[in-house]
């Protein structure tokens, strides 16, 4: 089982429509969780972080975090065609007596104009 | 305010020839991140540096990986000898804190192709 799993996509949505990215993660202790947006050909960056239970709003960008559930997600309203992007889940984990930023694979997002 | 710099931004060798990367992070950042892409996949940590010192290298493979930061500024990943799955992006990144959770900034990458 992978660390941080996203569906892989790709996922399509019109223009104007709201995108749903999903990531669950296997650490119960985990505190600090991010979304990195990663055009293709390019490096990622950073769009949101989360660190309590709930939503987090940002303009367009809504994270959600459950930890009961091991849940994060990111919702994208009124999706523009410059949203179309793999959006790559983060979560920080511990690796033996160290912490480190895991990614998932992420979530291809295309929206159609 | 200049971002992260690596260089150089792509590389074709043949397997078993060595091949450097060289990155400058932000001015001021004290911690170092070296990740490896794969295609379709998220970045994997390499390893982390806190000024000069490797705080966090479990993941370097150490037969044929090797990496410095003299003087805790720039910093040189190698490989030697490359093989062929090690054909991926390498990515640098650095943040201002020594905190794991602290934002991290991407490098444009090198891209690297073994053949």
């Known amino acids: 089982q992978k660390e941080v799993e996203q569906n892989s996509g790709p996922l399509s949505v019109p223009e104007g429509a709201i995108a749903s990215l999903n990531c669950t993660y296997s650490?119960?202790?985990?505190?600090?969780f991010f979304w990195y947006r990663q055009y293709s050909g390019k490096s990622p960056e950073l769009i949101m972080s989360?660190?309590?239970?709930g939503d987090k709003e940002d303009g367009r960008f809504t994270a959600q975090l459950n930890k009961a559930s091991q849940y994060v997600s990111l919702l994208i309203r009124d999706s523009q065609p410059s949203d179309s992007a793999t959006y790559l889940c983060a979560v920080i984990l511990s690796s033996g007596s160290a912490r480190q930023l895991t990614f998932g694979s992420g979530t291809q997002l295309t929206v159609l104009p | 305010e200049a971002g992260v710099v690596q260089s150089p931004r792509y590389k074709i060798i043949e397997k078993k020839q060595p091949v450097a990367f060289w990155c400058n992070p932000i001015?001021?950042?004290?911690?170092l991140y070296w990740y490896r892409q794969n295609l379709g996949q998220g970045p994997e940590l390499l390893i982390r540096?806190?000024?000069?010192?490797?705080?966090?290298d479990s993941q370097l493979p150490k037969d044929r990986f090797s990496a410095e930061r003299l003087k805790g500024v720039d910093s040189t990943l190698k490989i030697q000898p490359a093989e062929l799955g090690d054909s991926a992006v390498y990515l640098c990144a650095s943040s201002l804190g020594q905190g794991v959770w602290e934002t991290q900034y991407f490098g444009p990458g090198t891209r690297l192709l073994v053949l």
């Open positions: 001015s001021g950042h004290n911690t």
């Open positions: 989360i660190y309590s239970n």
């Open positions: 650490d119960r202790v985990s505190q600090s």
């Open positions: 540096y806190e000024n000069e010192e490797a705080v966090d």
